[in-house]
């Protein structure tokens, strides 16, 4: 009987710590337990989280492959492209100088392409464009606690505090359009923020978006807008789509660059269009012209929501003043909302909320 009782205390002390362990694991994503204190390391209750939840856990929307492989898309420029009625044709125009991409609508002669139109130019003067393929995330309905996407190009290592350098170290080396959890902030001696994305691991907030909810804005008359509408953050390059105050889609944005910035307010989407051409300056030097751009929300005069193939720097500040998004996203966005509540008329009235979360400058400047 003693040797009985032997054993089963001695089985209780081993299976007692793992009982612990497995009861302490959290069920539920909370970061608060992750409060930074300098020069102090993680508490249990925080690596136990940053375990439990090491990445956020959102549904990707569908990539839009219609879209993407209906279009060829092509550079040409900056210099002026001359067009031809015939491949080995005569010449009947050209394409202004500028920023250029056409849509090939016949690719099966060799050294030539067929663009919208109907025009011919050679093939070895343009180059071909591949859309990006980042899409954005479906948000649960509980969703409360700010994340991030990754858009360092160069793959450096997360450092091993607030302000410190790279360091192979702390086990986390970025790739651009990672999602990662913010489980703490810190600020260094300059004013920049830092963000703790797992144990040790910490990166600048100029190498990520971060994605929070914003309150639902009031229009012109003080009333809070209602029915679907986004909100485009031009300080973190993120667009959140919500239904009335519920967030429900988050990606990442390019708005206008310094000098043709993206205008701030609420506006209202005036008009809708699967694909449309784009063009600007013609003459000047930041001439533009887009054939076949998809997904068009206009709600800023002529500028727009839109989907974009001719760059993949989402998360940063690219365009003449309109919101890229990807094609999968701006399909998204289109699609849903036409899913609204139309007014009486039939009209279904979507919002576009343009702000600033912060400063263009570290917090201290």
């Known amino acids: 009987m003693k040797r009985l009782v032997f054993y089963i205390v001695l089985s209780m002390l ?15 994503y909370d970061p608060s337990v992750c409060a930074y204190e300098p020069g102090q390391p993680h508490s249990d209750e925080c690596l136990a ?9 959102f549904e990707f929307i569908t990539p839009d492959y219609t879209t993407i492989g209906t279009y060829s898309f092509w550079r040409v420029g900056p210099d002026a492209t001359p067009t031809f009625d015939a491949p080995g044709g005569n010449a009947i125009g050209q394409i202004a100088a500028g920023f250029n991409f056409v849509s090939a609508i016949d690719l099966s002669v060799e050294g030539w392409l067929q663009i919208q139109g109907g025009a011919w130019i050679q093939r070895d003067i343009a180059r071909y464009a591949e859309a990006s393929n980042h899409v954005g995330v ?15 190009t160069t793959g450096i290592y997360s450092s091993l505090e607030p302000g410190g350098e790279s360091s192979a170290e702390s086990g986390y080396l970025t790739q651009r359009y990672d999602m990662v959890n913010i489980f703490a902030e810190a600020y260094d001696d300059e004013g ?19 994605v929070q ?54 506006f209202e989407v005036w008009a809708r269009l699967e694909v449309d051409g784009m063009s600007g300056a013609t003459g000047a030097p930041n001439a533009y012209d887009l054939q076949s751009v998809p997904w068009v929300m ?31 996203d701006a399909r998204f966005i289109f699609q849903w909302f036409l899913g609204g509540e139309a007014n009486t008329d039939g009209e279904i009235l979507n919002h576009v909320y343009v702000f600033h979360s912060e400063d263009f400058r570290p917090a201290n400047s």
């Open 49 to 57: 989280m940053m375990e439990a939840f090491p990445e956020p856990d």
């Open 213 to 266: 909810s914003v309150e639902r804005p009031e229009d012109e008359n003080g009333d809070l807008i209602e029915g679907r509408w986004v909100g485009a953050d031009l300080f973190e390059q993120t667009l959140i789509a919500y239904d009335n105050d519920t967030p429900v889609f988050a990606t990442l944005i390019a708005s206008g660059l310094p000098g043709t910035e993206t205008n701030e307010g609420l």
């Open 298 to 328: 206009y709600f800023d005069n002529d500028i727009s929501l839109h989907g974009t193939y001719w760059h993949d720097l989402f998360g940063y500040r690219q365009s003449r003043g309109c919101v890229n998004l990807t094609i999968s």
């Open 138 to 152: 479906q948000l649960p309905e509980d969703w409360e606690h700010p994340f991030a996407w990754v858009l360092d």
């Open 14 to 28: 081993f299976i007692l710590p793992f009982a612990i362990q497995a009861q302490s694991v959290p069920t539920v």
């Open 192 to 210: 920049w923020r830092w963000y703790l994305v797992g144990p040790n691991q910490w990166v600048k907030q100029t190498f990520v978006s971060k």
